[in-house]
């Protein structure tokens, strides 16, 4: 199985338009294209996570003008997009089709391909004590790393098919439970990056 995207190249940068912030505020928001090919004969779903692996794992250095992250600081993961039930017979999603746009408080029922569901990303968490941003952030939003990070960050959106049609999570799931529940259903899994920055000394 194999997946590509047709709005940024694997290990390549992200176009500003498919990210959260930019060096001016927020940014277009938009789902990046997605599409795959190859999977086994089995398959009755598809997963789709997107995942940033770079992400500071101390909140006081973010956002600060007076120290810059520096690269070997701890990281962990920072979920954007968890999408389950994707039907067997999709194996493309269009830009823009899931995500156009920042949403105040989060997206309350995003748009995805039918039969497919859309959990909780971790801006739910970031923004809890912000009280023009707390909600229920579901479905994809996209890059906004730390201006101060020295750090590139990558975007892995990985692709799992799994042998059952409906994956057992809770209406409000998070990538945990999605990893948590596909794990004996799980039949291959195929995956890209893409590279984003905001910090003006750092080559993305």
Known sequence: ???WSESFEHRGPIPAEFAMGTPDGFGG???PHLAWDDAPADTQSFVL??????????????GRDDLQIPVEQPRADFVHWAMVDIPANVHAIAAG?????????GKQSPPCP????????????????????????RGYDGPYPPANDLRVHRY???LFALRVP??????DFTAADVFHALQPHEITE???????????QVKG
């Open 29 to 31: 928001n938009r789902n």
């Open 1 to 3: 199985m194999r997946i």
């Open 114 to 137: 039918p039969g497919a569901r859309q959990g909780l990303n971790d801006y739910t968490g970031w923004f809890a004590g912000d009280a023009d941003m707390r909600g229920q952030w």
């Open 190 to 200: 195929a995956a890209i990056y893409g590279t984003y920055t905001l910090n003006p």
């Open 166 to 171: 409906k994956l057992d999570v809770p209406e």
């Open 97 to 105: 089709s899931c995500s156009d746009g920042v949403t105040k408080h």
């Open 49 to 62: 996570l997107c995942i940033d692996t770079d992400a500071p794992t101390d909140p006081s250095t973010v």
């Open 156 to 158: 892995f959106f990985r």
